[in-house]
């Protein structure tokens, strides 16, 4: 699998880094959820899907088609207001940037793990279905760029 991958994760990762000054903004008429939700939202979505992906057993994938994955993986997009994200990956009602850098942290661990799995490994998502490590790193591309446009929109 090309570095390319992992440059790209690396690189929103540092986008998200960059926006932890601006975590009380907020602009309801683009999310009720001000900068810092996105960003603690966002680590945790990033940290727990690595998390799932280290621990699958590759073995215990199975390739299935899925009309969602084909057709917004190829687009690259997660439209706006239409999934509610799972409790487990919601913010805490103080966010501070310490708990930002902890999560940071952990998610730069990951891109370092995720990078030695067999390809085979697998995240098992709610809407998408099983997605290999390849589809793991499309799916944590997209879901972070998803969030970092909404903080772009947010601060115009």
């Given amino acids: 699998m090309a570095n390319n991958k992992f440059e790209i994760l690396e690189q929103l990762l540092k986008n998200i880094e960059a926006n932890f000054p601006n975590k009380n903004i907020e602009n309801p008429s683009i999310s009720k959820a001000n900068i810092g939700w996105q960003l603690d939202h966002t680590l945790k979505v990033f940290n727990a899907v690595s998390e799932w992906t280290e621990k699958s057993n590759p073995d215990d994938y199975k390739k299935n088609f899925n009309i969602w994955r084909s057709l917004l993986f190829r ?24 708990n930002l850098n902890t999560q940071l942290q952990i998610a730069k661990t990951h891109v370092t793990n995720l990078k030695s799995l067999p390809k085979n490994s697998y995240f098992k998502h709610h809407v998408f279905g099983m997605l290999t490590k390849k589809q793991t790193l499309l799916f944590l591309e997209m879901h972070t760029n998803h969030h970092l446009k909404i903080i772009k929109d947010i601060l115009k």
Avoid: N, Q, S
Avoid at 82 to 97: G, N, Q, R, S, Y
């Fill in 75 to 98: 687009l690259k997009y997660i439209p706006r207001g239409k999934a509610k994200a799972p409790k487990k990956v919601l913010p805490l009602e103080t966010i501070t940037i310490e």
